[in-house]
């Protein structure tokens, strides 16, 4: 009797940059397994590039850099205290350089992100590989970086619409700019301790971390479990620095 013939299993059908994006909101992990196919990242990064140099722009139009600085030095009261007690001219020219600075750094915020995606792919990276002995690659852990942030659009969206009909213009902070954070409703006299711990505690930056641990389960066959520590794990310690550089500078 002959023996039956051994069916190898079925590859998914590889999926168009269209579908990888509507997938990561109906489907993510058939978008993440796609990645073990093709580990392009583009697409995502022009959306994310896109809606956050529009958000900018509304910032700038809107609110203003100085009133962001303005804003953001209203939350550090011993900041406030070394402008404060500068001369009115040198004072001045510390604003004006701030401001500077500031809305070159956030033009240049696509940029960044994707520096600082590839340094989180890293980091997640050697954690995966030398502490979980995880089969992975970093140009598929890279590409499923790029890809989970898009998930944070509604949220610019949302900042872009707080900004354009002015009604939070007074208190307006770049971390602050939805409502979805906890820290938002944190006012300039409350706890910096508490916003620091509060602000990164919102659905849309949960949520992207979730896919950031069902990304890894997918391109790497790392179980869920591990995937979630991981992930969770570094995003608690950052929550941590986060707290402890607030004691410090509050």
């Known amino acids: 009797m002959a023996a039956s013939a051994v069916v190898p299993p079925q590859e998914p059908a590889p999926l168009s940059e269209a579908q990888r994006l509507v997938d990561t909101f109906i ?14 990242w583009w697409a995502p ?6 809606v956050s140099l529009s958000f900018i722009y509304v910032v700038d139009q809107k609110v203003g850099f100085r009133k962001v600085v303005e804003n953001q030095i209203q939350l550090q009261p011993k900041r406030a205290a070394q402008l404060e007690s500068l001369p009115a001219d040198q004072r001045e020219k510390n604003m004006a350089l701030q401001v500077t600075i500031t809305k070159i750094i956030s033009y240049f915020v696509p940029a960044i992100a994707l520096i600082l995606y590839a340094l989180f792919a890293g980091i997640l990276f050697l954690t995966l590989k030398f502490g979980t002995s995880a089969d992975i690659k ?8 790029c890809v989970h942030p898009v998930a944070g659009v509604a949220e610019g969206a949302t900042g872009d619409s707080v900004a354009s009909c002015g009604s939070q213009w007074r208190r307006f902070q770049y971390r602050e700019s939805s409502g979805y954070e906890s820290g938002y409703f944190i006012g300039p006299d409350g706890s910096a301790v508490l916003r620091a711990l509060l602000t990164p505690l919102d659905v849309i930056t949960l949520w992207t971390l979730v896919l950031t641990a069902i990304g890894i389960t997918c391109i790497s066959k790392t179980k869920r479990g591990t995937a979630f520590a991981v992930v969770f794990g570094w995003y608690v310690l950052v929550l941590l620095v986060r707290v402890a550089l607030a004691a410090a500078t509050s």
């Open 45 to 50: 990064f022009l959306i994310i590039a896109v």
């Open 27 to 40: 489907a993510p992990s058939k978008t993440f397994t796609d990645f073990r196919r093709n580990a392009s």
């Open 138 to 145: 970093y140009k598929h852990l890279f590409a499923a970086d």
